[in-house]
């Protein structure tokens, strides 16, 4: 059964770091999704991508964040300046005909 | 945004018995919903979704309920199982192409 990949399962970095998160989503979808979930709170929308641009963004998705697809197959989250509060799960998702996948996640921890 | 609410964020039960567990909206324009199973540290597991043209779906050992008029919407769970125990979490998509997820209910599966 087709997958999203998620790279890393967990990422640790110090504040005001920058970071990257990756996901491969599955390869004939062409939604493509980031969601935060923190510890112990509900799944929240971050971001959806459509047709090689952002087509919907929440208000945590501010100019801190960004994501590309730069490749065809890779989908990334760039955070720039991280801050403690964007300690969460992040799960990258993609939608096609048989509806959506998410993938396992990484654990953010920002120090 | 969206409400998406669940009664209780605690279920308990006998391993063997049936569960249920509810999810409310609020946007009338909801039109695709789906149950998602979450376990420690993974991703949304995809249990069973419905449309807003149906009422019941059923797959193995579990069936959702949709009630438009009330906006309500139910996963019910036969013959409970330890593996059963997780996190629960409805989600529904409007015509916005992203999903809004509910705060989760917690089964516990009594042996």
């Known amino acids: 059964e087709p997958e999203v990949t998620q790279t890393p399962s967990h990422q640790v970095t110090q504040m005001g770091q920058e970071v990257i998160l990756r996901c491969v989503p599955i390869?004939?979808?062409?939604?493509f999704y980031w969601y935060r979930q923190i510890l112990g709170q509900k799944v929240e929308f971050l971001v959806s991508?459509?047709?090689?641009?952002?087509?919907?963004k929440s208000e945590i998705f501010d100019d801190q964040f960004s994501v590309e697809r730069p490749d065809g197959s890779n989908f990334t989250l760039k955070i720039r300046s991280t801050k403690l509060e964007d300690s969460a799960m992040y799960f990258c998702?993609?939608?096609?005909?048989?509806?959506?996948?998410f993938g396992s996640g990484t654990r953010l921890t920002v120090v | 945004g969206e409400n998406v609410g669940l009664h209780l964020p605690t279920l308990s039960v006998q391993e063997g018995d049936n569960s249920i567990i509810n999810c409310a909206y609020s946007n009338s324009a909801s039109d695709y919903f789906i149950w998602y199973k979450q376990e420690s540290g993974k991703g949304p597991q995809f249990i069973i979704d419905i449309r807003s043209n149906m009422d019941k779906r059923q797959g193995q050992r579990v069936t959702v309920l949709l009630n438009k008029t009330v906006k309500h919407l139910s996963l019910q769970i036969a013959a409970t199982q330890p593996g059963d125990s997780a996190v629960y979490f409805c989600a529904l998509e409007a015509d916005d192409y992203k999903l809004s997820f509910g705060a989760g209910t917690t089964v516990t599966v009594r042996a």
């Open positions: 390869s004939n979808h062409l939604y």
């Open positions: 991508f459509y047709n090689n641009e952002i087509s919907e």
């Open positions: 998702a993609s939608k096609g005909g048989g509806g959506y996948t």
